[in-house]
């Protein structure tokens, strides 16, 4: 299956060429505003590893300059992950070249093993993967334009290699920033062993593809063909393809058991206990694709260090643009000079958290000291795991009384279950927050396959309640759109329940500039749902609300 896809998608490539889509070979970088060269590092096992180098335009080979640094399997010269690119050349598109050469960095982009230039065996965040990462940092750090100091940035897969970076701390490596990165590569594809849906961009953000197809994916990213004006070497390794690689890639990203080797191997929240390399960290709460869930862990296991963090309402992005915070690159590029340039810059707040009502705030850290967990009985019964066909007869729903005053959930909720069902089935936790005209907006959820003692992990959220409005509990068997679950067609009792729900004890007043992301109305708009009055009245529970101080 692999190969005939790796056919077509060559034969699509192939008729871009003939099409003309693709451009005469080297034009793009006339105006480009920098100087390109192409080198080539050799990783510890032998795989050579290709890496475009740019430098500030009308630079001396000699001039040493900070550098920053993106690993990435998404840089082919042809395609920038599945997007063509007819130009050639170095694939610079959503990344900040342009800000640090103009502040006199060289930016260095390093295919990873497998990908774009370089030959080799992927092989999704394992050893083979973050030992490419420890010698691109120590090749850039080794060069004669360089400093010594190295910054690595990116979002996604390329914040993923910032997070190795840490883990193998190479020689040289100053500074990281990493954006909706991914930090146990389990949980990215699986919650607890059930599968995420991921968007089917550009037709719809709505989950369709379950995270098994993930590797297969990438798989097909790593077949990219050379551009035509490639070096001989950039074209061999793209044809370097084994096989039996492959399937043993497939073979261990569909295995959905967290506690097999090869997924703890490539689970690094530990492996950044005590780190000191400072860490830029940035985690949107409504992220489709890498979710608000262990990346909070990982953040808490950080030793000393010049770290920060912005954690807020956006989606699968860095905070550039759509977050309403201009500011962002500023701080973004300080926190390189400090660290990688070492220059005497003020970096902003330890942790710049977006509430869920636009504003924003400081902390000294999230989830902030504050963060108590009120506990909150459920009510119990029976849901049937069918899935697919909404009904009453699929969730069990518990509301609380209209709130007296404000409160205001920051962290991480879990939930607790004593649970009566096969173990193919599964549950499913949505935290709601209710208006007085019963429209429901989804604030948090998380599942868990069905045990007599079931642990559920919510996504972290930061998300202020009005007085006046209640807080809704659904246990359901699965949310259709997030995670795919196979049926297992058969009742699940409920005999106790809790929710352990994170909330400020003292008022927060937002002390920093800014406005609503493009992802807080986005959300309401997807995620809000009318209860009928029976639900609501049904459902309620008295829930003793903490007092809270300050205001």
Same mark, same amino acid.
């Given at each position: 299956m692999v190969s005939m896809r790796m056919v077509l998608w060559r034969a699509v490539v192939g008729a871009l060429l003939v099409l003309g889509v693709v451009a005469v070979p080297g034009q793009a970088q006339a105006d480009a505003g920098y100087q390109w060269r192409q080198e080539y590092i050799t990783s510890a096992d032998g795989t050579r590893l290709h890496a475009d180098v740019l430098r500030p335009s009308g630079i001396a080979d000699? !001039?040493? $300059? =900070?550098?920053?640094? $993106? !690993?990435?399997?998404?840089?082919? +010269?042809?395609?920038?992950?599945?997007?063509?690119?007819p130009q050639g050349g170095p694939s610079t598109d959503d990344l900040p070249v342009s800000m640090f050469l103009k502040a006199g960095y060289t930016y260095v982009i390093v295919d990873l093993r497998g990908f774009g230039g370089s030959n080799g065996c992927p092989d999704y965040g394992g050893p083979g993967e973050r030992s490419d990462v420890k010698a691109a940092v120590e090749w850039a750090a080794g060069q004669p334009w360089s400093t010594g100091k190295v910054g690595m940035t990116g979002v996604s897969y390329e914040a993923w290699t910032g997070i190795m970076g840490l883990t193998e701390k190479p020689a040289g490596l100053a500074a990281v920033a990493a954006f909706e990165p991914v930090v146990d590569a389990n949980s990215y594809l699986y919650m607890q062993g059930i599968a995420w849906r991921f968007s089917l961009k550009p037709i719809t953000e709505t989950g369709v593809r379950p995270g098994d197809l993930a590797g297969f994916e990438h798989l097909l990213v790593a077949t990219t063909p050379p551009y035509p004006s490639d070096s001989a070497e950039y074209k061999a390794n793209t044809a370097d393809i084994d096989p039996a690689c492959y399937a043993h890639y497939l073979a261990e990203t569909t295995n959905h058991d967290a506690n097999s080797a090869w997924w703890r191997d490539r689970d690094l929240v530990e492996s950044l206990r005590g780190n000191t390399i400072p860490l830029f960290l940035g985690q949107g709460f409504v992220d489709y694709n890498t979710r608000a869930d262990r990346v909070f862990e990982a953040w808490n296991v950080?030793?000393?260090?010049? +770290?920060? #963090?912005?954690?807020?309402?956006?989606? +699968?992005?860095?905070?550039?643009?759509?977050?309403?915070?201009?500011?962002? =690159?500023?701080? *973004?590029?300080?926190?390189?000079?400090?660290?990688?340039?070492?220059?005497?810059?003020?970096?902003? =707040?330890?942790?710049?958290?977006?509430?869920?009502?636009?504003?924003?705030?400081?902390?000294?850290?999230?989830p902030p000291a504050d963060s108590r967990a009120l506990d909150i009985d459920l009510r119990t019964g029976r849901y049937n795991d069918r899935g697919l066909i909404p009904g009453a007869d699929r969730e069990?729903?518990?509301?609380?009384? =209209?709130?007296?005053?404000?409160? +205001? *959930?920051?962290?991480?909720?879990?939930?607790?279950?004593?649970?009566?069902?096969?173990? #193919?089935?599964?549950?499913?936790?949505?935290?709601?927050?209710i208006a007085p005209d019963n429209r429901a907006t989804v604030i948090t959820r998380g599942i868990a396959p069905v045990s007599p003692t079931a642990q559920v992990r919510l996504l972290g959220q930061d998300w202020p309640l009005a007085a006046g409005h209640r807080i809704g509990v659904r246990v359901v068997d699965v949310v259709d759109d997030v995670w795919a679950h196979v049926p297992a067609n058969a009742p699940v009792t409920v005999t106790s329940a809790r929710l352990h729900l994170p909330l400020l004890t003292a008022v927060r007043n937002p002390d920093l500039p800014g406005e609503a992301s493009e992802a807080i109305p986005k959300w309401r708009n997807e995620k809000t749902v009318s209860l009928s009055p029976d639900v609501v009245n049904n459902a309620t529970v008295t829930v003793n609300f903490p007092p809270r101080s300050g205001g």
């Open positions: 000699d !001039v040493r $300059t =900070p550098v920053i640094m $993106t !690993v990435s399997p998404y840089r082919a +010269h042809l395609m920038r992950l599945t997007e063509p690119r950080l030793g000393p260090g010049n +770290h920060k #963090a912005w954690f807020g309402q956006w989606g +699968h992005r860095d905070c550039t643009e759509k977050c309403g915070a201009p500011h962002f =690159p500023s701080e *973004l590029l300080a926190f390189f000079d400090k660290n990688v340039a070492g220059k005497d810059v003020n970096t902003g =707040p330890r942790v710049t958290v977006q509430q869920f009502d636009g504003r924003w705030r400081s902390e000294t850290a999230w069990i729903w518990t509301v609380s009384q =209209p709130l007296e005053r404000d409160q +205001h *959930l920051s962290g991480t909720a879990t939930a607790t279950f004593a649970l009566d069902g096969p173990a #193919a089935a599964s549950v499913a936790v949505e935290v709601y927050d």
